[in-house]
């Protein structure tokens, strides 16, 4: 992202924010509620449009600024970026219709209009890795908090994406639910999958970060390395992190 900027009704949320990703990094976001992480996960992931500021995957150009406006793809080209990120919310939104496997294979089959056997082999691996080969048959309702979880983590891997979005992934979880979901970010960790996180958990961000970011009231206040960003001596960071000792 380059010089992105946003506001609403004349409120700026994102004030000239730069930021880059890459590959098999893991950077983090955090700051203050309201700072705008979740503004700036939504543009960067096309669910929002910015104002100004351009946005390039893999070198591809999404929107450029032209003229102090962002001016988007469109069509076809825009859908192969759409393609190459996955998203996983707070709330989880999975299908209350669907079954757990259904749910997983849902986009692979109709919107990327794969093979379905290929696509449901794929489907039962995830499951297994996310420890719920026992519920693909269930439904969102009939499962915990953290395995609904789980389940929207799934269905975002089944994409194949190059990039994971999470926006506070743990913050509807009850406290013992959320190192379930913690592990299972770790080990996608290990496994090199790129992937940016706004988080709230600050021992788990400072275990699976390359790069942390501190935003707040719209700017990127810090971007540093876990280790500098614990010990930085900027007063705002100090402060923000204060509040979680
Ligand atoms: P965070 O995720 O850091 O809590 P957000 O990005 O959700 O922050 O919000 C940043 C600011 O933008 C807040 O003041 C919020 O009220 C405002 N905001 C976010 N989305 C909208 C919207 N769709 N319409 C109007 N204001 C919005
Ligand atoms: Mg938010």
């Known amino acids: 992202m380059n010089h992105v900027k946003k506001s609403f009704d004349g409120n ?42 351009d946005l390039y995957y893999s070198g591809d150009a999404a929107a450029k600024s032209v003229e102090q406006h962002a001016v988007y793809e469109t ?55 996310m420890g719920l080969s026992d519920r693909a048959d269930y439904y969102p309702c009939q499962l915990s908090g953290g395995q609904k979880q789980r389940v929207s983590i799934a269905r975002a891997l089944a994409m194949n994406p190059k990039i994971l979005f999470f926006d506070e992934p743990t913050s509807a979880l009850d406290p013992e639910l959320t190192g379930e979901i913690l592990k299972v970010i770790t080990e996608l960790a290990k496994e090199k999958m790129t992937m940016v996180i706004v988080t709230h958990e600050m021992n788990f961000a400072k275990d699976v970060s390359d ?35």
Do not use: W
Not at 22 to 34: L, N, Q
Not at 80 to 102: A, C, D, M, T, Y
Not at 214 to 238: A, C, H, W, Y
């Open 211 to 245: 790069r942390m970011i501190f935003m707040d009231k719209g700017v990127i206040v810090e971007e540093t390395t876990p280790k500098e960003l614990f010990s930085s001596t900027n007063q705002r960071t100090r402060e923000f992190l204060g509040k979680y000792h």
């Open 75 to 129: 069509g076809d080209k825009l859908r192969h970026i759409e393609r190459q990120f996955g998203l996983v919310f707070q709330n989880f939104n999975l299908f209350p219709h669907f079954s757990v496997i259904k749910n997983i294979m849902d986009a692979p089959v109709r919107v990327q209009k794969r093979d379905k056997d290929e696509v449901r082999k794929e489907a039962v691996e995830l499951l297994r890795k």
């Open 12 to 53: 700026e949320v994102l004030k000239d924010i730069s930021l880059s990703v890459e590959e098999g990094e893991v950077v983090s976001i955090i700051g203050p509620s309201g700072s705008g992480k979740s503004t700036l996960l939504r543009c960067a992931t096309l669910l929002e449009t910015m104002d100004d500021g």
